[in-house]
């Protein structure tokens, strides 16, 4: 059994959030799976529901976003801020990069808009910044073979995004915000994007062992494919912080390989990863708070059941989140004969975020090219199953 520094010691892979807040949320898309636009109502809605989930104590206090950009508009900054604000909700905000120059160019407009619009009562919450979400993974020549018509970004052009946004935050209240990218562990581990790392403060890790279905990812292994890709990004952050932006299990939707999605084995996914891991020492973004409004995605990953709308998506969740009890497995505990921990060498999974910034939610494992976040997770197998890799872009979709 591998030795997981992450978990057992708190020393190189988390050292570099240990000493600051460590922030803990969901994430959010700008529309419903619909398509409709959500409102600040919607978002107030849902950062309440976050804060109020039952078993939690609060814990869940901050949001991940997709966009800057509100729903069905070009470049109007979007209503989660003034959500934020009224709900005193911390912000990891985020700038969807696979839209061409045009669409950088809108989401700049939009976060500088915001800036002047609401001052220091948005920019007191934001703890992060992230120039685009698995852009790198969908030029990859895997996520090319998975999802054909994905849309990304290469290396050159996403740090000539992250100059921009630096440029255009210097001189605001936001001059030093930490600015980061979000990709898949295999993205972060190619060579080929070190100029990336080289360009931002922290790495944001998107991490899905259930659609890591060339491997043995039944729930017994989700552990140590999860921690396996962690270690794995962090030996190749040269010191900075890893942040979990995305992961989770789903609660319904088909089997992937060893991978069944079930209620009981979301929690255990939960315990184990959240509750005995990572929780309250790495800032962690779970995916997701609900992503069945109106519809259900396939899979689903929802901690709260399906809803006709935010205002009845109340605060139960589909299990126990409590995290009482909750004690690893003999098999996962850490060896205590290496003390240097390990790197992992998997080749295994991505997250599965959308190609799209509208953050609806797609089921599946697929890719989106919208930055709504919707969840849109379309099950798309095939792209893992060449590599073992789970594609954020599709549960991106879904987000936006």
């Known amino acids: 059994m591998k030795f997981y520094t992450t978990v057992a010691t708190g020393s190189a892979a988390l050292s570099s959030t240990a000493s600051a807040t460590i922030y803990q949320g969901f994430n959010y898309g700008s529309t419903f799976t619909g398509g409709a636009a959500k409102k600040q109502a919607d978002f107030e809605a849902e950062f309440t529901s976050a804060k109020n989930l039952v078993g939690t104590s609060g814990a869940f206090t901050s949001a991940r976003l997709y966009t800057m950009i509100q729903g069905l508009t070009t470049s109007d ?3 989660a801020i003034p959500a934020a604000i009224k709900t005193k909700t911390s912000l ?3 700038i969807w990069a696979s839209g061409g120059q045009a669409g950088v ?3 700049i407009a939009a976060l500088t808009a915001a800036i002047t619009n609401y001052g220091t009562d948005f920019t007191d919450l934001v703890v992060g910044l992230s120039v685009g979400s698995e852009d790198l993974y969908r030029v990859s020549v895997t996520g090319i073979a998975n999802d054909p018509k994905g849309v990304g970004v290469d290396p050159a052009t996403l740090v000539k995004y992250i100059t921009q946004v630096k440029t255009a935050v ?3 209240a ?5 600015i980061g990218h979000v990709d898949t562990w295999n993205s972060w581990t190619n060579s080929s994007n070190n100029a990336v790392i080289s360009a931002i403060d922290w790495l ?3 991490e899905y062992p259930y659609f890591q279905n060339t491997e043995s990812n039944d729930i017994d292994s989700a552990y ?13 952050a040269g010191g900075k912080p890893v942040w979990i932006t995305e992961t989770g299990w789903p609660v319904s ?3 992937e390989n060893l991978g069944v999605p079930s209620i009981a084995n979301a929690k255990i996914f939960w315990d184990e990863i959240g509750c005995a891991s990572a929780f309250g020492k790495v800032n962690t973004w779970w995916y997701v708070l609900q992503d069945a409004a109106p519809t259900t995605p396939v899979p689903s990953f929802g901690l709260l059941a399906s809803s006709t709308s935010d205002a009845t998506m109340g605060t139960s969740p589909l299990y126990d989140l409590s995290c009482k009890n909750v004690t690893l497995p003999a098999s996962l505990l850490p060896s205590t004969a290496t003390a240097s921990g390990s790197t992992a060498t998997k080749t295994g999974s991505s997250s599965g975020s959308q190609t799209s910034p509208t953050g609806s939610s797609e089921t599946g494992t697929g890719t989106s090219s919208s930055p709504s976040g919707t969840t849109t997770k379309s099950s798309d197998a095939s792209r893992f199953a060449a590599s073992g890799l789970f594609l954020v872009s599709a549960m991106f979709v879904a987000l936006f």
């Open 224 to 236: 140590t494919l999860f921690w396996d890709a962690y270690n794995a990004t962090a030996g190749a």
């Open 77 to 79: 900054p979007i209503s």
């Open 105 to 107: 160019t809108n989401e």
């Open 204 to 206: 944001g890790v998107d």
């Open 92 to 94: 990891l905000l985020g």
């Open 170 to 172: 210097k001189g605001t």
């Open 174 to 178: 936001l001059e030093k915000v930490l």
């Open 253 to 255: 939707g088909k089997t």
